[in-house]
């Protein structure tokens, strides 16, 4: 699709939404919202946090955001773009738009080959979600370090309970009211999409940690519920038509565009269950027949030993990439024993050693 045609498409959308007047979307310029997707914000980014880059004035970033009030989105966008942004502002757009913009994105006709790139990407997406047979497996771990190193990582007293954790955020509520809980799976294949799904997602939540996987067949889906490594219930077959309208859900909850993804998606999200705090690892990729996805919970003892293993993690991470930083410093003052001149990048040296400093002093 050429430029003009996306323009014109993305304006006429864009026109019917009153929430949009803010915004003087006949000089919007889609390809420019694109490349800075691929330079500054990845399409993830974009999708976790329900915004869009709308344009860059001498290092002025312009975001169309759908709630402007999420500090979390805003200060993830200052860390993610660095020095190549000083300042930003916000417009507000409806989650339409939004959706609109990232599905023009998602249809460009090189798509494939701007995709969203390692370097682009967050620590969280380097990592692979991960996805336990058997979530008992990292209470074992646990177990097992603490009985052969003392100094293990993992020390009971070191860990960190969400629960009691006052200053956190509340994460949202799941609501859901599931009707058919004894059912068996032929009678719940027969249920519309939005009902399977509060079905299937509340069997996972009241048994503990498991997971939903989805596999798309050539004319229909199955859909697995396992726990602890064993298969609980298998829907099968589920129409293609229903199939598809569950993965929306999933989609939905996730902050997807409803469109086919061209290249592999995943995250986790917080959210809570009867007060209790879960950690909901995604993933949704192209298949052979169509789209597939899994979904996992992990809560409790598990949640709680799986973000002290990925902030080690992001520490190990962070240590090294300051091990290399140190390293270039030294080869920077090794060639000025040799070339006097200035270093011309000093300042913006200075001022990322400013902002290392206050984001150490925050995790104090």
């Given at each position: 699709?050429?430029?003009?045609?996306?323009?014109?498409?993305?304006?006429?959308?864009?026109?019917?939404?009153?929430?949009?007047?803010?915004?003087?979307?006949?000089?919007?310029?889609?390809?420019?919202?694109?490349?800075?997707?691929?330079?500054?914000?990845?399409?993830?980014?974009?999708?976790?946090?329900?915004?869009?880059?709308?344009?860059?004035?001498?290092?002025?970033?312009?975001?169309?955001?759908?709630?402007?009030?999420?500090?979390?989105?805003?200060?993830?966008?200052?860390?993610?773009?660095?020095?190549?942004?000083?300042?930003?502002?916000?417009?507000?757009?409806?989650?339409?738009?939004?959706?609109?913009?990232?599905?023009?994105?998602?249809?460009?006709?090189?798509?494939?080959?701007?995709?969203?790139?390692?370097?682009?990407?967050?620590?969280?997406?380097?990592?692979?979600?991960?996805?336990?047979?058997?979530?008992?497996?990292?209470?074992?771990?646990?177990?097992?370090?603490?009985?052969?190193?003392?100094?293990?990582?993992?020390?009971?007293?070191?860990?960190?309970?969400?629960?009691?954790?006052?200053?956190?955020?509340?994460?949202?509520?799941?609501?859901?009211?599931?009707?058919?809980?004894?059912?068996?799976?032929?009678?719940?294949?027969?249920?519309?999409?939005?009902?399977?799904?509060?079905?299937?997602?509340?069997?996972?939540?009241?048994?503990?940690?498991?997971r939903l996987q989805f596999e798309r067949l050539p004319n229909s889906g199955r859909i697995g519920?396992?726990?602890?490594?064993?298969?609980?219930?298998?829907?099968?077959?589920?129409?293609?038509?229903?199939?598809?309208?569950?993965?929306?859900?999933?989609?939905?909850?996730?902050?997807?565009?409803?469109?086919?993804?061209?290249?592999?998606?995943?995250?986790?999200?917080?959210?809570?269950?009867?007060?209790?705090?879960?950690?909901?690892?995604?993933?949704?990729?192209?298949?052979?027949?169509?789209?597939?996805?899994?979904?996992?919970?992990?809560?409790?003892?598990?949640?709680?030993?799986?973000?002290?293993?990925?902030?080690?993690?992001?520490?190990?991470?962070?240590?090294?990439?300051?091990?290399?930083?140190?390293?270039?410093?030294?080869?920077?003052h090794n060639c000025r024993r040799i070339n006097s001149n200035p270093?011309?990048?000093?300042?913006?040296?200075?001022?990322?050693?400013?902002?290392?400093?206050?984001?150490?002093?925050?995790?104090?």
């Amino acid at each position: 699709m050429s430029q003009a045609k996306y323009s014109a498409q993305i304006k006429s959308a864009i026109s019917e939404n009153s929430n949009n007047k803010n915004i003087n979307w006949s000089k919007a310029n889609p390809q420019q919202i694109f490349d800075l997707i691929d330079s500054i914000l990845p399409v993830k980014d974009c999708i976790s946090y329900q915004l869009i880059p709308l344009n860059l004035i001498d290092k002025h970033l312009i975001l169309g955001i759908v709630n402007p009030n999420n500090t979390a989105a805003l200060d993830h966008v200052r860390s993610c773009c660095g020095d190549r942004v000083d300042s930003l502002s916000t417009k507000p757009i409806d989650a339409k738009t939004h959706q609109l913009i990232l599905s023009a994105y998602s249809r460009r006709s090189d798509s494939t080959s701007k995709s969203v790139t390692p370097n682009s990407a967050s620590m969280l997406q380097e990592r692979p979600t991960l996805i336990l047979d058997n979530p008992e497996e990292i209470l074992e771990e646990d177990r097992g370090a603490d009985k052969s190193d003392p100094q293990s990582r993992f020390k009971p007293q070191s860990k960190i309970n969400f629960n009691e954790q006052k200053s956190a955020q509340t994460p949202l509520g799941l609501e859901l009211q599931p009707k058919y809980m004894s059912a068996p799976p032929k009678f719940l294949s027969s249920l519309p999409p939005q009902v399977l799904w509060q079905e299937l997602l509340a069997r996972v939540l009241v048994a503990g940690n498991g997971r939903l996987q989805f596999e798309r067949l050539p004319n229909s889906g199955r859909i697995g519920w396992i726990q602890n490594g064993n298969l609980k219930l298998s829907v099968d077959p589920v129409a293609a038509k229903n199939f598809q309208g569950v993965l929306e859900e999933l989609k939905r909850l996730v902050n997807l565009p409803n469109i086919p993804v061209q290249q592999v998606y995943k995250g986790e999200i917080e959210r809570s269950y009867k007060q209790e705090r879960l950690l909901l690892l995604w993933r949704i990729s192209p298949g052979k027949c169509g789209e597939e996805a899994t979904l996992q919970v992990i809560r409790g003892k598990v949640l709680t030993l799986y973000q002290k293993r990925q902030m080690e993690e992001l520490g190990d991470q962070a240590i090294e990439i300051a091990r290399q930083l140190k390293q270039k410093l030294e080869q920077i003052h090794n060639c000025r024993r040799i070339n006097s001149n200035p270093l011309t990048k000093i300042s913006i040296l200075q001022e990322i050693h400013e902002k290392i400093n206050q984001q150490i002093k925050l995790l104090e």
